[in-house]
């Protein structure tokens, strides 16, 4: 099974601030690999695929990178409703498997 | 705009089973894989089946395999897992999520439903 580190566990910034989330796996993945947002109560959604396309409707701030086993989501600048859960997920091998996520608060 | 809308939730003891359902709607239901994916309880997200779009493959999580069971009806637009010997580690928001074009991510999801095991 591959494993998924997300870092840092809760990142406290403050609106129209940079965020940088990063998810490391434990082994290397290529490039399949996805970001979703989630908000309390509500289901997660779909950020970025295959490391750097952003998913449908997905605004221009949210951007990801990487390959192989070291991957970044990058919020350029964050806005009130950015603040949510982040999770990483793997599709290359079964099973799928999410990071355990990271928390972006407000500070 | 892509619908998902799960059933079948509820409290149940340990031991017993349940089966949930996922209506889906305003897509071609029959052309997309499907998944279940869980959280529990302020936790993060768990992958626990998958189902091929013809319905001929599945794959488990190894916390379930064995247990659950899912399936697909394509002439109804219904994806359906079967939860038998539920443990209190089971308790969990239960949503169904398409898969993708071209990739196991999962582009919509439901809205989820609780499946609370407890004595």
């Known amino acids: 099974e591959i494993v998924l580190t997300q870092s840092p566990a809760t990142l406290s910034l403050s609106p129209g601030e940079r965020a940088t989330l990063s998810c490391r796996t434990s082994?290397?993945?290529?490039?399949?690999l996805a970001w979703y947002q989630q908000k309390p109560g509500q289901a997660p959604r779909l950020l970025i695929y295959d490391a750097s396309n952003r998913a449908t409707g997905i605004p221009a701030r949210f951007s990801g990178s990487g390959s192989g086993t070291d991957f970044t989501l990058t919020i350029s600048s964050l806005e009130p409703e950015d603040f949510a859960v982040y999770y990483c997920q793997q599709r290359t091998s079964w099973p799928i498997t999410f990071g355990q996520g990271t928390r972006l608060e407000i500070k | 705009q892509v619908q998902l809308v799960e059933s079948g939730g509820g409290a149940v003891q340990p031991g017993r089973s349940l089966r949930l359902s996922c209506a889906a709607s305003t897509f071609t239901f029959s052309t997309y894989g499907m998944h279940w994916v869980r959280q529990a309880p302020g936790k993060g997200l768990e992958w626990v089946a998958a189902?091929?779009?013809?319905?001929?493959?599945?794959y488990y999580a190894d916390s379930v395999k064995g247990r659950f069971t899912i399936s697909r009806d394509n002439s109804k637009n219904t994806l359906s897992l079967e939860l038998n010997s539920l443990t209190t580690e089971d308790t969990a928001v239960y949503y169904c999520a398409r898969a993708a074009s071209g990739g196991t991510y999962f582009d919509y999801w439901g809205q989820g439903t609780l499946v609370t095991v407890s004595s």
């Open positions: 189902i091929s779009s013809g319905g001929s493959n599945e």
């Open positions: 082994q290397s993945i290529s490039s399949y």
